[in-house]
DNA sequence: TCCAACATGTAAACGGTTACATGATTAC
DNA sequence: GTAATCATGTAACCGTTTACATGTTGGA
């Protein structure tokens, strides 16, 4: 996936390793992650393929660059990639991993949890909408936005900030439900063993899969 | 991962190889999905570990079963796991991955693949909130929810219905921005060749990472 | 002189995916 | 008999992650 990644950065302009290797290391270009050390061999198959051909390149400050671009059969593979059809859209998420045994959690350790989810989801909302109102002002609406190769990266940037908010929405929904529950616990059962499942009642949840 | 979502499961019941193997298949536990032949290895695995002990059961069809339950010291790693602090909340979408990308995918081929994804993810939604119905009327509002148990499934299902909302929606949107700007092209740029990027106009995208 | 940024790599481990392999029991 | 379901595995591959390794140039 990640050769796929960087054939995408290239058609819009030829990098080196090292270019490529800041794309993807901090913020991330839309929403991939690498490593450097990925980074490089996959620029190696990427020439064994004969997708990317490289020139060398005087830096400023360092060494020479090896600098990528494109080959024709590099863009014409992209292409057929990008109109291929796509399956499985599912997504795993380590979070929603430990809340399905939110029982088995220490309440206010997972409710730090939550609240740290929560904080660092704002955090991230708030990078994606400044970064949405920058391409905003620079090319206006995306129906509209005469550069054709920002539409891609506008369309990207909305996905974040609705995927963003919904899952601060529920991180707040869930944080209410716990915090009821612990109030409505400390009332009703003080001192008393916390509820088991009731004798004969099968677990719905084994049906659902 | 999988190991993790393996003692969670454990953690409620005890299970056979080929019970995970079905609660892992096909609309999968809490959005998680496994292979078989990822299954029996890290049963190995867990066992090697001394997390999970197992005992052979008559089976009423078939082979006898090898039926894995947690040991203390599972349910303790379980846990000790759950509580940790967790980091990195990153998702990778290929859809999103190509999206960017979107002014290399011939229209018609991008909206096919959008409607599609649209579809599947229509079909998804009333499907878990079919789900979420059932849990409902079976245990009530999760704040209430006498079940301490079924407390982080309700809310796995909530999450899920909130992110294939969030999904459409930009599913949605998307397709509408293509549409406009097809018809704006069709009637401005009768054919004329597609605008190019403006010389000098850096690319605003290059500096978000 | 030393640190930060520039620039490019290798090796090992880990986890998920695909494909292949085997055999028992029950219902049709 | 034969197909479906029950039940358990192995082997090879591939992509990602972590850790390690090396050397240059310019500025403080």
Tied chains: 1, 2.
């Excluded at 059809?85 to 206010?108: F, G, N, T």
């Excluded at 090319?139 to 940037?157: M, R």
């Excluded at 929904?173 to 499942?197: C, D, W, Y």
Aim: charge should be positive; aromatic fraction near 6%; hydrophobic fraction near 40%.
């Amino acid at each position: 996936m990640l050769g796929r990644a960087i054939l995408e950065l290239l058609a819009r302009e030829p990098l080196s390793g090292y270019d490529l290797k800041k794309r993807f290391a901090s913020s991330l270009a839309f929403g991939w992650h690498a490593y450097d050390s990925q980074i490089y061999p996959e620029l190696k198959r990427l020439e064994r393929a004969e997708l990317v051909s490289w020139t060398t390149e005087e830096s400023s400050a360092g060494p020479p660059r090896r600098v990528y671009r494109l080959t024709a059969h590099g863009l014409e593979a992209l292409i057929a990639w990008l109109s291929s059809p796509l399956e499985d859209v599912r997504q795993k998420s380590e979070l929603v991993l430990r809340v399905w045994a939110a029982d088995l959690i220490p309440p206010a350790r997972l409710e730090s949890l939550l609240s740290t989810v929560g904080e660092s989801t704002r955090e991230a909302l708030s990078r994606m909408e400044h970064i949405r109102g920058s391409l905003l002002e620079r090319y206006g609406q995306p129906e509209l936005a005469a550069d054709e190769s920002q539409v891609g990266p506008l369309l990207c940037v909305e996905h974040d900030i609705l995927a963003l908010r919904a899952r601060l929405e529920w991180v707040q929904q869930a944080l209410r439900v716990l915090t009821v529950r612990r109030a409505i616990h400390s009332r009703t059962a003080k001192g008393k063993p916390s509820p088991k499942r009731p004798a004969g009642s099968s677990n719905v949840v084994s049906s659902l899969g």
